[in-house]
């Protein structure tokens, strides 16, 4: 019988910013990790004072050991908890690489040179096991190129694994192929960087910089020409290009800071030269003035300014596109696009900025339009379906809609007939769609998903993730049991109920508490368990930022106490009825469980907790005391455990 494929033991080669973090990641999910890199080139004037040996041990291992500490150190570490670096083992190329037999992955992510990588992966094929997945880090540099440095059997095991940075908070790995990699090797990855490392997968074709890279930095630039050519302040274009497009709260320009004008400009110029010209020249090339700032070394929140530059604590200058100087904050305001912000469908809301009259709506459409039309194109060359686009711009973006699922909120059909009439180009596979009367991305039938794959012509059912339950299908099923504004009750199957909350910020209320008695009644009554979670598409989002205190500052204030230590008793009531139901009561307590909400997960019998977690009692610091039974819960799980 052959034996099961695992991962226990793993390889990172190179120590910089990402294989420290991929390395902290493995580890966290408890894998025995080997961090290796070069050996520093000569002993510095320090070392030589010192006494320090060319052989020395913590001399040749100096780099792997610096990217260990470095993540040991950070206050945004890879690591879950420090004692996971215990299970990693610093090392060298020179010395070290006969611990490759032993492992069963291996993963290089050195630096982005072609070159250097195949000169390492030479030396690697003389201790591989035969076994091992062997894979790399690119970010963009073709597979089949660095595969040429490999033996034939070696290509077979050969994948790419791409992740996001931050490694332990960016959720998208991209799962790259090549021609010669076996089926089930592809298989197992996937699966394995899915389940034991806890990231949303998609698989990408061997073209240059995948999928979320390809899509997201070609819109990216798209949007800054197009804000060149319309004459907008870099101020304007994030006033839009942030929550009112379903964006991140650092919209375009403060991201593009994050990330760094040389890793954007890196991305551009190697895809700029690995596809056509047509496409080079619409979604590659940078405007004039990002290559100046590039020049003066204005990188963004690596060096002292990029698009943003901080002048105190609370100023901000902002770059001029025509001067390449910093100026002071002054754009145009939008009352359309601030009245639009109440609006919680994220669908609707890009749907009402894309339809304003003004400069900010021309704007937001023309780049909606843009985008769109590129995702669409490359939909079969980089990836086989419009979910893994969707996906890897929600997971390594940010996006709260992929651009597929924001195109079907604008209006396929309406949006299509706007772009021809302004003369753009719609790709011929979005016209034969609308041929055949399909009128949207996606589709819901019998409270299950389907989407359009434009290969078959037709709609496919959303693939389903046997281990994972997504109470939004649940909800088109029709399984939801009991609501009210704030929370809801879901037949999970089984015997098993979930209370799920909906509130902002799942902050908790009386409605709330009404539905988890009920909850209990059901589940005491009918079934076997309950289950207190939701699913948000934030990362990582809110389990429960705590109750509701206005309630309570309000009925202060108007002196009504009587209704405050009602509400207080209600919900030490519920607390201790999840604490000794009968039934087994679970919470999955992620992102941010405050004050109540760490009090409803403290009084449920076991917690399922995500791994990044923001947990606390933290209505002390502004002078009130647990009200829900917080101060008796913690003190007895601390004694537990």
Not at 249 to 264: E, Y
């Amino acid at each position: 019988m052959k034996k099961k494929r695992e991962i226990k033991r793993a390889a990172v080669l190179g120590a910089g910013v990402m294989g420290s973090q991929i390395a902290a990641h493995l580890a966290s999910a408890g894998i025995e990790v080997c961090l290796l890199d070069i050996v520093p080139p000569k002993l510095t004037e320090e070392d030589q004072k010192k006494g320090v040996k060319i052989e020395d041990k913590a001399f040749r291992n100096r780099f792997a050991q610096k990217g260990l500490d470095g993540q040991l150190k950070s206050k945004q570490s890879g690591f879950m908890t420090k004692s996971d670096g215990e299970r990693v083992r610093v090392g060298n190329f020179e010395d070290n690489l006969d611990w490759l037999k032993g492992c069963d992955f291996i993963l290089e992510a050195v630096v982005e040179d072609l070159k250097i990588k195949k000169d390492l992966f030479a030396k690697v094929k003389k201790y591989w096991n035969g076994e091992a997945v062997v894979a790399t880090n690119t970010s963009g540099i073709p597979l089949k190129q660095i595969a040429s440095a490999l033996n034939p059997e070696m290509q077979k095991y050969f994948i790419g694994i791409h992740f996001f940075n931050p490694v332990r908070y960016m959720h998208l790995c991209e799962v790259i192929p090549w021609a010669k990699t076996k089926k089930d090797v592809v298989e197992f990855m996937a699966e394995f960087v899915e389940r034991e490392l806890g990231k949303g997968v998609v698989l990408a074709k061997d073209t240059p910089n995948f999928v979320a890279n390809r899509v997201g930095v070609g819109g990216l630039i798209y949007a800054m020409k197009t804000m060149v050519e319309m004459g907008l302040r870099i101020e304007e274009v994030d006033s839009v290009m942030g929550p009112p497009m379903g964006r991140p709260k650092s919209a375009m320009f403060r991201t593009a800071d994050m990330v760094g004008l040389d890793t954007l400009v890196h991305i551009a110029h190697n895809t700029a030269a690995a596809v056509s010209k047509e496409e080079a020249e619409q979604y590659f090339t940078l405007p004039a003035f990002i290559e100046k700032m590039v020049e003066k070394k204005l990188l963004g929140n690596k060096t002292d300014g990029g698009f943003y530059k901080r002048i105190d604590k609370k100023t901000f200058k902002v770059i001029d596109p025509k001067s390449c100087d910093y100026v002071d904050q002054g754009g145009a305001k939008s009352d359309k696009l601030g009245l639009l912000m109440f609006e919680k469908d994220v669908g609707k809301r890009i749907k009402g900025v894309v339809n304003m009259d003004d400069k900010f709506g021309k704007f937001a459409w023309k780049v909606f339009a843009g985008s769109s039309i590129y995702a669409a194109e490359k939909v079969g060359e980089i990836c086989n379906t419009i979910l893994d686009i969707d996906n890897g711009m929600k997971w390594g973006f940010n996006f709260e809609l992929g651009p597929f699922e924001a195109w079907d909120a604008v209006g396929l059909k309406e949006s299509v007939a706007r772009m021809k009439a302004e003369g753009m180009k719609v790709p011929r596979k979005i016209e034969e769609m609308l041929a055949k009367k399909k009128t949207s991305f996606y589709i819901s039938k019998g409270g299950k998903r389907f989407y359009y794959d434009f290969k078959k012509k037709n709609y496919l059912p959303v693939p389903e993730n046997p281990h994972i339950i997504v109470l939004r299908d649940l909800k088109a099923q029709k399984k939801v049991v009991a609501s009210c504004p704030t929370a809801s009750i879901i037949d999970l199957g089984d015997g098993v109920y979930c209370v799920e909350f909906h509130s902002t910020m799942n902050a908790l209320d009386s409605d709330m508490w009404k539905m988890m008695n009920q909850a209990l009644d059901l589940a005491e009554q009918k079934g076997v368990g309950l289950v207190i979670g939701n699913q948000t598409n934030e990362l990582p989002g809110a389990f429960s930022a705590g109750a509701n205190i206005n309630v309570i500052l309000q009925g202060a204030k108007s002196g009504q106490f009587d209704m405050i230590e009602k509400e207080v008793k209600t919900f030490q009531d519920l607390n201790l009825r999840l604490y000794y139901s009968p039934v087994p009561v679970v919470a999955t307590p992620h992102g941010l469980t405050l004050g109540g909400g760490a009090e409803v997960s403290m009084s449920c019998n076991k917690l399922v907790a995500a791994a990044d977690l923001y947990m606390g009692l933290v209505e002390v610091g502004v002078g009130l005391i647990p009200g829900g039974g917080g101060t008796m819960l913690l003190l007895r799980n601390w004694q537990m455990n």
